[in-house]
């Protein structure tokens, strides 16, 4: 018996990083998973391993929401969880940030999450309750420098994950936020996606850094975000809702001097 038997859990930017382990780890617990993403040739290879579903979804339109909703329904007849993954990064002073990038993130981010929101939950209520993970971020709960439009558009979702749980609990949904720190994938890692880049230097050079400055001494791995997503979709979370977990390998507690 898997954790998540019977459940159909769509999960947004799932075709690499932390979106592909929580859907192969959902698959391997039962889960009949709808992975979406704009990624759609790595989207679509990674559904058919999984024996899986895949629909283009740019999360910032709402008219691709509807249709991805619509998707997973004639799939497999209903949707009763989702995990609001999909997210971009883009490093800049805020007073040096243009208002185009500025929006764009917030598009994705932000907008992104209160669409799948307002898309699922209809769904989640009819098909007699369900969940909703969205991944907000180490920086929606502190600040840090040359990444204010991600910091604000992941304030922002803790916002919507909290009045969120309020209106839906009535209906048997529960709204969770999960606040990664640094993990090890594309978005902290951008060399690799750069064939020609230095991977080993890179990881290096990542590894130093994440060793002075997060006490368990290294970058967490998107199988332990996939694995948090995985207990607050499943029913060993039943009692929790409204609630922001972080997930940084205890950077948030402080720096040690030591």
């Not at 799932?14 to 993403?37: I, K, N, S, W």
């Not at 230095?198 to 694995?227: C, F, H, N, Q, S």
């Amino acid at each position: 018996m898997g954790t998540l038997d019977g459940r159909v859990v769509l999960i947004t930017g799932a075709a690499r990083g932390q979106g592909e382990q929580e859907a192969r780890l959902f698959a391997a617990e039962g889960a009949r998973v709808v992975l979406a993403d704009v990624l759609d040739d790595q989207g679509e290879d990674l559904a058919k391993e999984l024996g899986a579903l895949y629909v283009h979804l740019d999360v910032g339109r709402e008219d691709d929401w509807v249709a991805a909703v619509a998707a997973a329904k004639e799939a497999y007849g209903k949707v009763d969880g989702l995990v609001n993954n999909a997210g971009i990064l883009r490093f800049n002073t805020l007073v040096d940030t243009p208002l185009d990038e500025f929006m764009q993130v917030v598009q994705v981010n932000q907008v992104g999450c209160f669409l799948g929101i307002k898309a699922v939950a209809g769904e989640l209520a009819e098909a007699g309750g369900g969940t909703i993970v969205n991944t907000a971020s180490y920086t929606a709960v502190t600040g840090m420098a040359a990444v204010g439009a991600y910091a604000a558009s992941k304030h922002a979702i803790l916002g919507l994950t909290r009045v969120a749980a309020l209106e839906l609990a009535p209906k048997g949904i529960r709204v969770n936020a999960m606040c990664p720190g640094a993990i090890d994938t594309a978005m902290s890692n951008p060399a690799q996606l750069d064939p020609e880049a230095d991977t080993e230097e890179m990881a290096r050079a990542i590894d130093g850094l994440y060793r002075k400055l997060v006490p368990l001494g290294r970058i967490g791995r998107p199988e332990e975000v996939a694995r948090l997503a995985l207990f607050l979709t499943g029913e060993d979370s039943s009692y929790i809702t409204g609630q922001p977990f972080v997930i940084d390998g205890g950077w948030l507690a402080g720096v040690s001097v030591f």
